[in-house]
Structures are given as C-alpha cells and as structure tokens.
C-alpha cells in the first residue's frame, strides 16, 4: 500500500541551484496536484494535472515548473531556487468516482511531505 | 487573503472538553472538506460535505456545511489525547480544465491530559 509516495523528503538548496521533486502514485489516479504548505497560509496549489502529458498553472506556480509524462508520476521543478520557496511541498492525487462533477475532487491522498530550504 | 478563513488558529484545552472550529468563506462551493494533519505527515481526509445543510457524524466528530454551502463547522465531544493535530478546510471549486480543492490556513488542536 504505497499510494503517493515523495522524493526526497529533505532537500537543502543554494539560491539559484535547481532540483526536481517527484511524485509518484500506484492508484491509477487521473487528476494530480503540488502544494505548498507555509505557516499560518494553509496549503497553496502551485501546479495541477488531470491526467497524462497535460498540466495546468495554480495559485502560486511562478518559480516552478512540471511534467506529468508518465500517468503514475508528477514531477515538480525549481529552476532557480530562491529563499521565498522555502516550504513544504506536498504532491496529492485524486480518482474521481463516478465520473466528472464540475467542482467535486472527491478525497486527496497525500504524500508524507517535501521539506525544502533555500539558503 | 484567505478564501477559507479559518477560526480559532490554535486551540489548546483539556481532554474531556468540547470545541467547535469553524470555516467561512463568501464563496460557495460545491462541495467541502475536512482534513486532519499529524506532524511530518500529509493530511488525511476525515469528511465530505455536499448538501447545504448537510450533517455527518464521524464518532465525536460532527461536521456542518452550511445553508448557502459557504460555512462549515466541525465540532469535537468530549476531546481526547488522540484528536491533537491540524484541522484543515477545503472547499472544491471549479477550476480551469478541471476541479480544485482551496484551502484555509488551519487550526492547531492541542488537547492536554
């Protein structure tokens, strides 16, 4: 039972360094998400998926940037890391049962979580 | 600013008391949920709400969505030890190609023994 498994769970950058953080779910889930949770801000949604080869902007996307080539993976990139992107990132995906309801999610399983400083 | 606001941030009591947490927003939304967080995990969903009005019974846990579906309030009985964690709301919105989950900042439960 992995269900949405992260890499890597810490991570310390240098400003202007870049890295990848990747997402991987063995519930053959459609629709895929990245967040950031920051203290006192909840959970941001930086990038979304709602299936194979397609990707949408979120709230918060400026600085990243994803791929969604494989269903079971959703990969999130920084290019150039900057300390405002210091948070943690958590990669979450969802079935939606019963077929598509415009404004219902259905459940979100998440993943344990990406801890990221930029120095 | 906050599509979900969230009261209170933090709430520290003792075992045995009740507590009501509360979500409010001027949006409606087709659907709302709750989400309990421990440390060093992802949230975990604890209840859906779709009908204004709606309530739903988890144990000690009971959930409200409002009339108008744009509040939601989640109250816990007789809190205990194990109930300690964030409390996240969520509510779903139709975004872009496809549905969004928006959430509010959370509130920190610490129940004391």
């Known amino acids: 039972n992995a269900g949405v498994t992260q890499t890597p769970k810490f991570r310390v950058l240098k400003t202007g360094q870049s890295m990848t953080l990747l997402c991987a779910q063995d519930?053959?889930?459609?629709?895929m998400y990245w967040y950031r949770q920051d203290p006192g801000m909840g959970l941001r949604l930086i990038h979304y998926?709602?299936?194979?080869?397609?990707?949408a902007k979120g709230e918060v996307p400026d600085g990243y940037n994803v791929s969604r080539l494989k269903k079971q993976n959703f990969l999130l990139g920084l290019e150039s890391a900057a300390p405002s992107q210091t948070s943690v990132y958590f990669c979450?995906?969802?079935?939606?049962?019963?077929?598509?309801?415009?404004?219902?999610?259905?459940?979100?399983?998440f993943g344990e979580g990406s801890r990221l400083t930029v120095l | 600013t906050q599509l979900l606001e969230q009261s209170p941030q933090f709430l520290s009591i003792q075992e045995g008391e009740n507590l009501t947490v509360y979500c409010n927003s001027s949006?409606?939304?087709?659907?709302l949920q709750w989400y309990r967080q421990e440390p060093g995990e992802g949230p975990v969903l604890l209840v859906t709400?779709?009908?204004?009005?709606e309530v739903k019974k988890l144990k000690r846990l009971t959930f409200q969505f409002g009339d108008a579906r744009k509040d939601s309030s989640l109250h816990i009985t007789a809190a205990q030890p194990g109930d300690t964690g964030l409390y996240l709301c969520?509510?779903?919105?139709?975004f872009g190609y496809g549905n969004k989950l928006v959430f509010g900042a959370g509130t920190i439960l610490r129940v004391k023994s």
């Open positions: 998926s709602v299936g194979e080869g397609t990707t």
């Open positions: 979450a995906s969802t079935l939606l049962t019963g077929g598509f309801r415009k404004g219902f999610t259905g459940e979100l399983f």
């Open positions: 949006s409606v939304f087709s659907s």
């Open positions: 709400v779709v009908t204004g009005g």
């Open positions: 969520a509510g779903a919105l139709a």
């Open positions: 519930m053959n889930h459609e629709y």
